[in-house]
Structure formats: C-alpha cells, structure tokens
C-alpha cells in the first residue's frame, strides 16, 4: 500500500505505508560523475512524482553479505527486494515518517529524527538491511508517547569508499570517500527532513561497529551535523587511521590485482573508472588495507587514548563536536571482539597461543613485566588450547578495543549539563543456537534495539529488547534515559542490560565499578601500567601479524 506526501522542496513523493509509519524508500541525496568522483549534493527530484516505494540500489560491495552478517547475529530475518548493488546510483537513503491517528503524515510536527550509520569493516553493509529497519522502533515510539523519525543511509565502501594514493588525489579524487558521503548525507537530512515532519535541529547520528567509529568522527567537524550522537560497539579508537605509505601499499596491490601496474597515471585512473563493477570486490587483494587515512577532513588527525580521555584541547586531533554536540551516548557488549575470529583471527589456529604470546612480547619488549601480567591476567600460556586461546584474546580484545574506549570518551567529554555523556553496557547474550551463544557479541546490541527480531525472543529477553529501545527513544527525544556520567563524582556511572538469562533486564551502576557492570579490572591495571595506547597496540599488532 503506498502513502502521499507533497514536500514543500522535493515535491510528490509517493511512499510505503507501514504498520504506523510511512517509509519513503531509496531517495537519492547525492549523485555521481563516476565512481570515484565526489558527491554531489541533490536538491531536486524535477516535477513528476518520485517513487519511493522500494530500496535503491546499494554501493558496490560482497553481494551476499548480509546472510554472513545474520551469522554473526546467528539468526536471520526474512529478505525484502533490493535492486543490484551500483558504481554510482548507490548513494540513496530511507526514512521512515509515523503518521498520526488518522493515518496521515503532519508535515509540521517537529519530530526529532535519528540517523543510523551502519557497519561491515568499511567494506560491507547497507541500509536496506533487514535488522536494521526502523519501522518498528518508529512504532513503539508512538505507542510510547514520544514519536521519531528513522532514517538509514547508504555511503560508499571498499575501493570506491576508502582507497586512496598520491596520483588519485593529484587527479582530484578525495580521500575517504564514504565518510565524504555521510557528511553529504547528514547535509542533505537536515535540509529536507523538516518537508517530512522533522525537526532539522533535533537529529541523533547513531551507528554500530564502523559506523560507530564515523559518528564519533562526526565530532571532529567544526560543523554541527547532529545535535546527539550514539556510537555503540565501536569509536574512533576501534582502529587507527592508516597511514600514508600504508595507504600506497594498499593502492600498489590493488592494481597489481587489476592488472594495470603497467599503465601510466592518467590510463591507470581511467581504467579504475571503467573497469567492470564487480571487478571492484571481487580482485582486491588481501591484505590491502581500504581504511580511513588522514585528510585533514572528515579525518584530521591520528586519535589516541590520551586526546580521547582528556579534556584538554589537543591540536594533534581536535574535536570541536565536544562544544556543539549536546549529548553523546556511548555502548559496548561484554564480547563485541568476537566479529575478529570471523575476521581473520580463526585462521591463526592452530597454534594461537604461542603466536599472541610471540607477538605480545614483541610489542612489550621494553615492558616485559607488562607482557607478563597480559598473559597471566587472560590466562594464555603456550600449552593452552586453541579454543579456549582464541577466547581469552577476544576477551582482551573486547576490553582493550571497546570497553576501554567507552570509558575514555566518559572521562574526555566535558560532562555538563550542555554537554552530557551517558555510559552503558550490554551483557545480554546470543540467544540462538551457535557458536557464541550466551556470550554478549557484536551486533547482537542493535538487534535487538531496533526490534525487528522480537517475535524470536522469549519473554526475558524481549523485556531487555524494551527497555533498551525505550531508553533509546528518550535519547532521541532529548530526555535523560539515565543520569549522565559526572566528572570527577566517584567513577563513570552506567547502566547495564542483560543477561536475561540470570534474570536481569538492566540495572544502573552508579560508581561504574567494573566488577558490578559485568566486566574485568586487568585491562584497567595493564592501562596504568603502560598505557592504554600501547596496550591496544599489542592487539592490533597482532591482527596485523606484527
């Protein structure tokens, strides 16, 4: 069934009617002169009446991927028709508006909106995904007296999103591009989202895993592109821009890979522009990092536990969106580092023990004493087995990678009443069949807040789905879910969801004292022994095989 509304800028749109909601489907925010090209912000749909019944097509990325995102999740959601993924129609958007009693769109209503920036590694995703449509917790925001607007977006990934090199930016191509496109997005919502019946000065940027590390690099503009920010299972700590002889390395590879190594500059990015789409994911190399490099931009500098955590200015990253962002929420799950076994760390079996230990000790070569109080605190010695080795490196993987963030971010943000911080922690576990079930892993958090597989959930775990999303929309809504964490007032207080399975919904923790939130001193201890910076580098180095 579909729905009618006439924007005072963009003209008839005609969109899908919903169970409360109207969704208006696959609108483009920005268009292409090719695929590499920077986005062009579109402001006109011409006079006919816009069909916004149905996705538009997503960036270029692995077709199939969501199925092994459901593997994560380790349950899947039924499927809805999405067209082929496009070089250069891919930079689309969705949103869904509720209607009011009488079924209608109130195009004055000043709603607040959020906006969800979804994950994959930069590399994978989109917004048609089905755990991640907003029409159900658009829903329960009106039954619960307090309606928003749902917006998902797609950016560009992978080769067109995030490859870069001397010759392409001398030819005039940005760095960076997905994030280029966000910006673009978030421009173009607050925009046109009043035509809608949303308020463009009350909008949340919220995103999961990478999407979580864009939304806090929103705050480094020094344009205000969302009132409140969400990021969960992932910040700008989760991995370090690359840098620029890295990022060449990566361009090296890739046409090598595309056979064009032997062109000359100009052929080379001509070649780049035409070469068959699916060439795009399906020939690049692995090991050829398509990661955020430093472009002065959308990225301006290299983040590190030290500017993160401190409230100082620090020229080396700055982040103006601690002044203009009116609140930032911050999460992360008790085992979000599982996603790295499906990401490379399972081919390091057999032997993992001995390899991390290796690594380990090369990194802490100078801090001996360190190394040995990692491997004693997460119990992995080289006689240990490879499943329960494998699991103690994504517990320290977990702690170092996102629950140390989560505290640095509440102890840097200025914590006042203009700019408030809250805190959480999601314990609740995997409640389907596989491999990590019970344990509180990645992606698991906006399963269930967007509520979309609350059929499969049974009662305990649907009254922590609840409450999550409920807190959620009071966020939206500008309200204080929770009290917020208080500078230098006896610890970051937090609240807590899950596990249902020991009968706890959620439970806030005032002092934020670890033992009670479900979580582990050791990283803490290893952070003040050396340093969180180096502590995170015996990870990442080895994921790197360093």
């Given amino acids: ?68 995102e459901f593997g994560f999740i380790q349950h899947s959601l039924p499927l809805p028709e999405v067209p082929t993924h496009s070089d250069l129609e891919g930079l689309n958007l969705n949103i869904t508006v509720p209607v009011n009693k009488d079924g209608v769109i109130d195009p004055n209503a000043g709603l607040p909106v959020y906006v969800f920036i979804h994950g994959g590694g930069l590399s994978v995703g989109s917004s048609w995904y089905s755990h991640y449509d907003p029409a159900a917790i658009v829903k329960m925001s009106v039954e619960k007296g307090k309606p928003m607007i749902g917006v998902t977006i797609n950016y560009r990934l992978g080769v067109t999103g995030f490859c870069t090199s001397k010759e392409l930016r001398e030819a005039g191509y940005n760095a960076n591009n997905g994030f280029h496109d966000q910006h673009t997005a978030m421009r173009w919502i607050k925009k046109f ?112 536990f030290q500017t993160v955590s401190s409230q100082e200015y620090s020229p080396s990253f700055i982040v103006p969106g601690r002044k203009w962002c009116k609140a930032l929420m911050v999460g992360e799950s008790k085992l979000d580092a599982n996603i790295f076994a499906y990401l490379g760390l399972d081919a390091r079996n057999p032997g993992i023990a001995q390899k991390f230990i290796d690594s380990a000790n090369t990194t802490l070569s100078s801090h001996p004493e360190v190394a040995a109080q990692l491997l004693s605190s997460y119990d992995i010695k080289s006689d240990t087995n490879d499943d329960d080795a494998l699991l103690s490196v994504l517990r320290f993987a977990s702690e170092i990678s996102f629950y140390a ?26 409640p389907w069949d596989g491999r990590f079930k019970g344990e509180a892993g990645h992606i698991l958090d906006v399963a269930y807040l967007f509520q979309n597989f609350n ?72 952070g003040e022994m050396v340093g969180f910076d180096v502590v995170l580098e015996v990870f990442q180095n080895f994921v790197q095989r360093r």
């Fill in 455 to 526: 059929e499969h959930l049974d009662d305990a775990q649907l009254k922590v789905a609840k409450e999550y999303a409920e807190d959620f929309i009071k966020f939206v809504n500008g309200e204080d879910p929770w009290p917020a964490v208080k500078s230098g007032e006896g610890g970051l207080g937090a609240k807590v969801y899950g596990p249902s399975a020991d009968g706890v919904t959620s439970r806030w923790v005032a002092d934020g004292d670890p033992n009670k939130i479900g979580r582990d001193e050791r990283v803490l201890k290893l």
């Fill in 1 to 68: 069934m579909s729905a009618t509304l006439k924007h005072v800028q963009l003209g008839e749109l005609k969109g899908k009617s919903m169970d409360g909601s109207v969704q208006f489907l696959g609108l483009k925010y920005a268009s292409l002169k090719n695929r590499l090209a920077t986005a062009e912000f579109v402001d006109s749909y011409g006079s006919e009446t816009t069909d916004a019944t149905r996705y538009g097509p997503p960036p270029v990325s692995p077709v199939g991927a969501i199925h092994r």
């Fill in 405 to 430: 963030p989560a505290r640095a971010f509440a102890q840097g943000w200025p914590n006042t009443p203009d700019s408030k911080l809250f805190l959480y922690h999601f314990n609740e576990g995997i």
């Fill in 193 to 304: 989202i009043g035509g809608f019946g949303g308020d463009p000065d009350e909008i949340t940027a919220c995103g999961e895993s990478a999407g979580g590390l864009a939304v806090t690099l929103f705050l480094c503009s020094k344009e205000p592109l969302m009132m409140r920010c969400l990021a969960t299972g992932g910040t700008v700590l989760l991995f370090k821009p690359i840098s620029e002889s890295v990022a060449e390395s990566a361009y090296q590879k890739i046409i090598e890979a595309f056979g064009l190594a032997d062109m000359s500059p100009e052929d080379r990015i001509d070649a780049l522009l035409n070469m068959p789409m699916d060439d795009l994911w399906q020939k690049v190399p692995t090991g050829a990092q398509l990661l955020p490099s430093v472009d002065g931009d959308t990225v301006p500098g290299t983040p590190n």
